[in-house]
Each structure stands twice: as C-alpha cells, then as structure tokens.
C-alpha cells in the first residue's frame, strides 16, 4: 500500500453522519460527536454518500447536491454521508518528512496500539524549524486519544549529510511503553 492508501484505510479518518435540512440550509450532524456543521462550508470537496450499503465517492457541489460519476446527486432528509477529516499542516509536513520505512513504523505501532493518524490531538513539528542544509537534531512530540486512552508519541531525529535517524517512544497513560528505532 501507498501513503495515500495507508491515510484513508485509518480507522476514524472520517466525520461520518446525516443531513437534514435546516431553514433552507444542509447541516450535517456527526454521529460521534452530535456536532453540526454547515455543508456549504465543504462545497467543492470530497465527501462519500451511502448508497446501497457503499460509500461512494462525489463533490459537494452545493445545496444541489453531491456529483457523482458526472451524474448530480440531489441532497436528501436523513441521507447517510462521510466527510474526510483533515490533518493539520504541521502534522502532514511531519508524515511527508519520514522516509517510507519509517512511515511505515509509525503508523504501525499506532495500529497496534489501536490508535489512528486522525488521533493526533497535539502536534509540535520542532524539525520544521530547522534549517536541512546543516546537520540538526531535536524531538518532535504528539500527542493522540483514540476516546479510550492517551498517548505521548517522541519522535528523536538526527539529520546531516550521511545520516538520517529516526526513534519513536510512544507511552501510553496506562505505562505501555514501545520504541522504534529506524
């Protein structure tokens, strides 16, 4: 699998719930969390819709409706959708630093940990404020709550001409403690 295969397989990579419309206005309510947002706020993004027991993918394209296969899908009461959440910059920057190997090793102790990407509450990036033309090294911290425990992630890297080193302690509340080294 390739990254992009690996992000959207992630458990809790989506809002999933329904819409209804609201004083001529599409609200969408989170099953997870009972939050409503305003669906034209996502106009123009991918968002799935459930239909006969398959999540399909479209756009949004307004009150219209979601477009699907060049075919417009008209919005209605109570219709099943999921919305792709978004990961924040500083996090992404982070993921697209790591070679594969050790995107590999995150991810995976994150999954068995029962922990996803989209879990990340607290990310600080400390290497995106160093400079890669000379040699650095420092600690990148996360931190994620999968709803059932929190976990402190310490990525430990060093990065010069010849050398690029990775190490991740993740901790969790109950004391679990694992390291990757790369």
């Not at 034209?40 to 296969?69: C, K, M, R, S, Y």
């Amino acid at each position: 699998m390739n990254r992009e295969q690996i992000l959207k397989a992630q458990p809790r990579s989506h809002m999933q719930g329904i819409v209804t419309c609201i004083n001529h206005e599409w609200i969408f309510f989170d099953d997870e969390t009972d939050e409503a947002y305003l669906l034209n706020e996502i106009v123009n993004e991918e968002i799935e819709l459930f239909i006969a027991q398959t999540w399909i993918p479209g756009i949004l394209v307004g009150d219209d409706g979601i477009l699907i296969d060049n075919r417009l899908q008209p919005l209605q009461e109570s219709t099943s959708i999921r919305i792709p959440k978004t990961l924040q910059t500083v996090y992404v920057t982070f993921l697209q630093e790591l070679c594969d190997y050790a995107f590999l090793q995150f991810t995976n102790t994150l999954k068995e940990l029962n922990y996803s990407i989209y879990d990340c509450m607290v990310c600080h990036n400390f290497l995106t404020f160093q400079s890669l033309e000379s040699p650095t090294s420092g600690v990148n911290f996360f931190l994620f709550d999968n709803e059932d425990m929190v976990c402190s992630v310490h990525h430990h890297f060093i990065r010069n001409e010849s050398i690029i080193h990775d190490k991740f302690e993740f901790v969790r509340a109950d004391g679990l403690k694992i390291e990757c080294r790369i």
